[in-house]
């Protein structure tokens, strides 16, 4: 059984920055493809940031070059750097793990940017 779990949200003023976490247990995190999805009020839930098991990124058109996710496997965590926060960015974001065509979501962790 996979438990993701998030931490490092919070509040914080346009251009602002936070860095977000997600610790994983089980043995599959480094053979995982993981990533960060958010989803807005009244929105659906959307794809930020994806990163393979061999350290290949994607990234959502809206968060490129502001945004960088990265991976310890020894640690078995993942990463999201966020920059230049803009309030369009304001959502709850979910670690998610993806393996053999199974999905796993953390809680979520609530990100406002606000002036």
Do not use: H
């Amino acid at each position: 059984q996979v438990q993701l779990v998030e931490s490092g949200g919070g509040s914080v003023q346009p251009g602002g920055s936070l860095r977000l976490f997600c610790a994983a247990s089980g043995s599959i995190f480094s053979i995982s493809t993981t990533g960060w999805y958010r989803q807005a009020p009244g929105k659906q839930r959307e794809l930020v940031a994806t990163i393979t098991r061999g350290g290949s990124t994607n990234y959502a058109d809206s968060v490129k070059g502001r945004f960088t996710i990265s991976r310890d496997n020894t640690k078995n965590t993942v990463y999201l750097q966020m920059n230049s926060l803009k309030p369009e960015d304001t959502a709850v974001y979910y670690c998610n793990l993806e393996f053999q065509g199974r999905n796993y979501w953390g809680q979520g962790t609530q990100v406002t940017v606000s002036s």
